[in-house]
Structures are given as structure tokens and as C-alpha cells.
């Protein structure tokens, strides 16, 4: 994704964005340990993602970026 791309989204959208980008990084890495990954490079790619998107959370000067994310995932899963 690139960092245009993620400038031009909302706040909402990129925390529901970091959530799920967070959720395939775990995913990924779960399947680093348990088999092999189809693309290896999609780990890097994945976690570079979610440090822009983070940095443009901070460039729009959030706080409590974990906490939020928290209360978005929590809702989702109800």
C-alpha cells in the first residue's frame, strides 16, 4: 500500500485497516513457524504497511493509538 494511498483515508478507516493488517501479520507469522509461506517477503511488506500507517496516525497527532485499535477489534469479534 502506498503512503498516498493510506494519507487519503479517514481516521476510522485506517484503525480498522491497522486492525486487520495486524491480524494477517499474526497470521503470517503463525504460518512462518508451522509451514512454509508461499511468499516469505510478504512479512516485510505487511509489517511496513502498518508502521506507515501508524505514522501517519501519529503525523495526525492520535493518541492512545493501541487502545483504540483494542476497543475496534474487541467490537468486531462480538
Not at 493510506?6 to 495486524?22: A, F, G, N, P, S
Request: charged share 40%.
Amino acid at each position: 500500500m502506498k503512503i498516498e494511498d493510506i494519507r487519503q483515508m479517514t481516521t476510522e478507516e485506517l484503525y480498522h485497516e491497522l486492525v486487520r493488517l495486524r491480524r494477517h501479520l499474526f497470521d503470517l507469522q503463525s504460518q512462518a513457524v508451522t509451514e512454509k509461506l508461499e511468499d516469505p517477503s510478504q512479512l516485510g511488506k505487511t509489517k511496513r504497511d502498518v508502521a506507515r500507517m501508524l505514522t501517519v496516525l501519529r503525523e495526525r497527532g492520535e493518541t492512545g493509538i493501541e487502545n483504540k485499535e483494542l476497543k475496534i477489534e474487541r467490537a468486531a469479534n462480538r
